[in-house]
Structures are given as C-alpha cells and as structure tokens.
C-alpha cells in the first residue's frame, strides 16, 4: 500500500482551486509525490518526481514545482519529463506566485526569485546578519504578489514573522513571537505554529499586510508545514 513520508520539509500541496492534492510518499518502495482528486479514492505517481519533496502548484494548477537535490524542477501534470530551473538552488520553500515568478528561500539565507519560464534570478531580500539572522524562511506570497510572509531565525528551527514588500524588499514585522510557520489562510486570516507546536489564528489584511485584531487558539500540537 501507499505510505507517507515523514520529512522535516513540506510534503503536501493543495491545489489553487481546491480540487487536487499532492503528496510525498512511497508505494512498492518507490519514493515520489502522488496526485490525488478531493473526493477521489485512489491516488497516482506524479512522473519525474522522483527523491521529491516541497511540491508547489503553478497558478493554474496544470504544472507543478518540486525540490530534488537542492535544484528546483518544473513538471507539467498532463505529462513529459521534468524541466530543471537553472541556477536555482532551493533550501525548502518554493512558491509559484500569481505574477508569474517563483519565490524561494536559498542556502544563503535570504529570499530570491526567478521567472517561472526561466530567466535571471533576483534577490529579494538578504538576511540582518547584524541582528544575527541567519535564516529567511519563505512561507507564502499573498494574492497579487505584492507581499511575502517569511520567518527570520537566529538558526534554531523557530523565528519572528515577518512580511516583505516584493517591490521594495522594505519588511514589516507581523509576531513577536517564535514561531515554526505561518501563512494566509485567505478570509482575512493568517495562520501560525508557535514553537510549541499550538495552531493560532489572527485577523490580517493582505493588502496592507499587517495584523488587524487580536489572536485565536485553534489547538495544537500542529505541522508547521502548511499546504
């Protein structure tokens, strides 16, 4: 039978529509991620994504990125072999964001991005060494592209929330506190894993990106993992 695969990065990929989920996992002792319908029983091999993990959805939902190896690969779900984007070295986090770009954190610390169709890459933020960050962690890009949430930590697997002006690369802090992972859970809402592994809720509004009202507990512990 199929098994999920247990990895500190994000296995799980919900499509933009709703429609489709994809996933890491091993069936036969083969390891790649699966494609699986909402409300379907059965799930299928995603061809090429073998060793896979981090799978982002295009926009559209008919093509999928994924990480192997530290690149970043392109495959399209009707078919045909996986595409490499070239120069595109990836720690975790990749989002494939409504402007065409794809947004993903770096080895070095900081967040870059590079066209979807190939092209140069383009930092969009570097790291406050002085402040003795030294990990950006992208976690999502807000609808029109305009923003990015991200965590800064000091090495440890937790760090303050933050969101960038793509624009500008000016940041904004959104929580103090240390936190695994955050993202926009559309509604106005943003959703975050504290490092005790609790799931909050607090009222956001994307476009000006800053938190509008105060926190909610959902539960916990949670997957700092969000699709």
Do not use: C, H
Request: glycine letters at 12%.
């Amino acid at each position: 039978g199929l098994a999920l695969r247990s990895s500190p990065f994000q296995l799980t990929a919900l499509s933009p529509d709703g429609s489709a989920l994809v996933y890491a996992g091993f069936l036969a002792g083969r390891q790649a991620l699966f494609l699986r319908g909402i409300g379907d029983l059965e799930s299928s091999p995603v061809p090429g994504t073998e060793s896979a993990t981090n799978p982002a959805f295009s926009p559209d939902g008919t093509q999928l990125l994924f990480i192997r190896d530290g690149a970043v690969f392109r495959q399209d779900l009707a078919g045909g072999t996986a595409v490499p984007l070239d120069s595109v070295n990836a720690t975790a986090w990749i989002r494939w964001a409504d402007d065409g770009r794809i947004y993903f954190s770096s080895p070095t610390g900081g967040i870059w991005s590079v066209p979807a169709l190939g092209g140069p890459v383009t930092r969009v933020l570097e790291r406050d060494s002085a402040s003795g960050e030294r990990i950006l962690s992208l976690q999502d890009v807000l609808p029109g592209s305009r923003r990015a949430i991200f965590v800064a930590s000091l090495g440890q697997a937790t760090g303050k929330v933050f969101t960038v002006d793509l624009r500008s690369g000016e940041r904004r802090l959104l929580l103090e506190q240390q936190t695994r992972g955050a993202w926009y859970a559309g509604r106005q809402t943003l959703i975050y894993v504290l490092a005790d592994g609790s799931l909050w809720a607090v009222p956001f509004d994307p476009d000006r990106g800053v938190v509008t009202g105060p926190t909610a507990a959902l539960g916990g512990p949670a997957s700092s993992m969000p699709t």
